[in-house]
């Protein structure tokens, strides 16, 4: 079993997990007013595969990963679609599971709902107002921010940089600007709420994860996580009403950069791509997974379509690296045996920072092990990943007696062991080939609209397109 450090935020500083505790992990899923965004699937395959990597080292690990079905995003977007606001989370709910389904990473081990949640987020809003912590006013109750002596020491922001967003709640019945609603009272219009010892209402979002995560987790656990942008308010405001209702809560906050992109780059070609299910229609889920790890996942990652081409092109790579070394179970075969060396760079090598893994020569345990412990070192994807692309390089060049088998354990810990596995029979599809070179032929054309119709008819026959620099391919749909 590895030493695993994560990097605090709270702290800055590496920490390292108790092996012999259950590593509970909480992460802050989506708020479902609408179809997820590739940057809300950055979290999901960061902590799915985390807690995948700890399995696979002997730790006991619990993720919790929540679900937002409470809040105004919800109340506005059910309007816009002329439907309840229940009716539109429980859909959107079901979007986000069949969206993440769709990634092949597994489920967390609890996805709790925050309207399935009420009777804990009213239990804890009742001790804060207890202890003079939290007030009542007009129906709603609000966390008193001047009662909380360590307020600010996660996001380190002064007071007057302080803006509590859209979630803090009427100025007008707050003591002080930077209090923070914990339950907001029924309003004309909201077509839900629940009855409270404050009256009718809903809880207020910070609320919400602070009792989801100590109902699945207990009052103390390893790591709470989620993207950059929640360091304040919301995960600011998390400890403050947790620590200040006497829990210990989380001991080390873990926080993944955001996925950015430059909407005017992308053409109307390239369609609606940052939707999570647009882009695993268009590049694969492999290809969306090596994307999102091929970062540190505390850095910020660029998106577009060529970093997509890119993502397609390596894990391309990988797949004709089996296509040529396919994993055989028999004792002494030689791996990489007659494979010659890819084209680099477009072609699908690994990207600069991918391309500083071991000295070249280095055995397949020892690469398989240096990958291991990149993963133990705050969770390195792209340090890990360059072990597997320096051995694939190596093999390709000559014989590696256990390549192919390495690299599928390395691939199988980051979710992409379907890649050893070759695609068959898109060849032998006559009606599929003729629909691709229809699509092609639109596509010179600029009639894209027809080569999206296209792509459709080929989905309903169980295939997928890749586009990428070399040319599009077909592969059986996930």
């Known amino acids: 079993m590895r030493e695993v450090r994560i990097k605090d935020t709270l702290t800055g500083e590496l920490r390292t997990l108790d092996p012999d505790e259950e590593v509970g992990i909480y992460a802050c899923g989506p708020t479902v007013y609408s179809r997820i965004h ?10 799915m595969l985390l807690t995948r990597f700890l399995e696979a080292e002997g730790y006991r690990a619990k993720l919790v990963i929540n679900v937002t079905d409470i809040n105004d995003k919800i109340y506005n977007a059910a309007k816009l679609a002329s439907e309840s606001s229940e009716d539109c989370a429980k859909r959107m709910t ?44 007009g129906g709603d109750v609000y ?73 699945e987790l207990g009052p103390s656990f390893a790591i709470h996580g989620g993207g950059s942008d929640l360091v304040f308010p919301h995960h600011e405001n998390e400890i403050a009403q947790s620590e200040a209702a006497g829990r210990p809560f989380a001991r080390i906050w873990m926080h993944n950069g955001m996925v950015e992109t430059d909407t005017e780059k992308m053409s109307k070609s390239d369609g609606n791509i940052f939707q999570l299910s647009e882009a695993l229609d268009r590049f694969g889920r492999e290809a969306v997974v090596a994307y999102l790890i091929s970062g540190h996942y505390r850095q910020p990652l660029a998106f577009g379509s060529e970093h997509m081409d890119e993502a397609v092109a390596r894990v391309e790579r990988l797949r004709n690296f089996f296509r040529e070394n396919p994993v055989d179970a028999s004792p002494g075969r030689a791996a990489g045996e007659g494979s010659a060396e890819p084209a680099r760079g477009a072609s699908g090598e690994a990207p600069p920072e ?7 020569g280095t055995s397949p345990d020892a690469r398989v092990d240096s990958f291991r412990d990149a993963l133990a070192d705050d969770f390195n994807t792209p340090r890990a990943m360059a072990e597997v692309f320096e051995l694939v390089g190596e093999a390709n060049r000559g014989e590696v007696p256990g390549a192919s088998e390495a690299v599928r354990e390395m691939l199988d810990l980051v979710g992409l062991s379907s890649l050893t596995q070759p695609d068959e029979g898109a060849e032998t599809d006559e009606t599929a080939q003729k629909l691709m070179e229809e699509r092609e032929a639109a596509r010179a054309e600029k009639d894209f609209e027809h080569a999206d119709r296209i792509r459709d008819e080929l989905a309903a026959l169980g295939w997928e397109v890749r586009d990428s620099a070399a040319g599009p391919s077909l592969v059986p749909k996930v």
């Not at 809300?40 to 395959?45: G, I, K, Q, S, T």
């Not at 389904?101 to 081990?109: D, T, V």
């Not at 991918?354 to 070249?360: E, F, K």
Request: glycine share 12%.
């Open 38 to 47: 590739i940057g809300n699937a950055r979290p999901f395959v960061i902590f």
């Open 94 to 137: 079901a979007a986000y599971f069949e969206d993440t389904g769709r990634l092949g990473l597994g489920r967390p081990k609890a996805e709790p709902l925050a309207s399935e949640t009420i009777d804990s987020i009213v239990d804890l809003i009742s001790d804060l107002t207890k202890s003079g912590h939290a007030y009542e006013s």
């Open 143 to 215: 966390f008193r921010v001047s009662s909380f002596a360590g307020y600010g020491k996660l996001s380190n922001r002064r007071t007057e940089d302080m803006d509590q967003g859209e979630e803090a709640g009427s100025a007008s019945l707050k003591g002080s600007p930077l209090d923070f609603a914990l339950w907001k009272s029924h309003k004309e219009g909201e077509d839900t709420w629940w009855n409270s010892p404050w009256g009718p209402g809903r809880p207020g979002w910070h609320i919400e994860c602070s009792a989801m995560a100590e109902a």
């Open 354 to 360: 991918q391309q500083r893994g071991g000295s070249v």
